[in-house]
């Protein structure tokens, strides 16, 4: 079974979300907050990957 691209892509927002959040802690907040934000981005667009990939799988299989 493959993987699809977006699943692979997913520890990339979750290092975001860690360096943003050492990034508010230890230096600057709001550059912290603004690395958050793009993280969530991110992720929405990954998410949004994979519902378009699991509609694919769905309709593929209910084809057959």
């Known amino acids: 079974m493959t993987v ?6 997913l520890p990339l927002p979750v290092a975001d ?3 943003a959040a050492l990034l508010y802690e230890l230096l600057w907040p709001s550059a912290g907050i603004l690395l958050a934000a793009i993280g969530v981005l991110v992720l929405g667009s990954i998410v949004y990957r994979l519902s378009l ?11 057959r």
């Open 17 to 19: 979300f860690v360096a």
């Open 4 to 9: 699809p691209p977006a699943l692979r892509a």
């Open 53 to 63: 990939d699991a509609g694919r799988y769905t309709a593929r299989r209910t084809v």
